[in-house]
């Protein structure tokens, strides 16, 4: 069955970076579109960014130029690079199969910017 599987969340000061991973089996994954959503507590979960099986992307008006998403189909991994992090990015990020929000999720992994 899909699994995905999110890693690299952490506490990182404002202003920091974080990069984060998330592993899919179960899929063949290049034939797939991926995205990366997040949800704060009291907050519904939202689109971070979205990346096709080709490589195009799209991202939420408050990623754009401080968030990177990426793909390696060999390693049927998909990545979130976040700099210049804030306080307000404080969230699960989670990733999610396919270009529409789809019921396949992982895990999540949790992100604190604090100082």
């Known amino acids: 069955q899909v699994q995905l599987v999110e890693s690299g969340g952490g506490l990182v000061q404002p202003g920091g970076s974080l990069r984060l991973s998330c592993a899919a089996s179960g899929i063949i994954f290049s034939n797939y579109h991926m995205g990366w959503y997040r949800q704060s507590p009291g907050k519904q979960r939202e689109l971070v960014a979205r990346?096709?099986?080709?490589?195009?992307?799209n991202y939420a008006e408050f990623a754009k130029g401080r968030f990177t998403i990426s793909r390696d189909n060999a390693e049927s991994t998909v990545y979130l690079q976040m700099n210049s992090l804030k306080p307000e990015d404080t969230a699960a990020y989670y990733c999610?199969?396919?270009?529409?929000?789809?019921?396949?999720w992982g895990q999540g992994t949790q992100v604190t910017v604090s100082s």
């Open positions: 999610n199969l396919g270009w529409e929000r789809s019921d396949y």
């Open positions: 990346i096709t099986n080709v490589g195009s992307t």
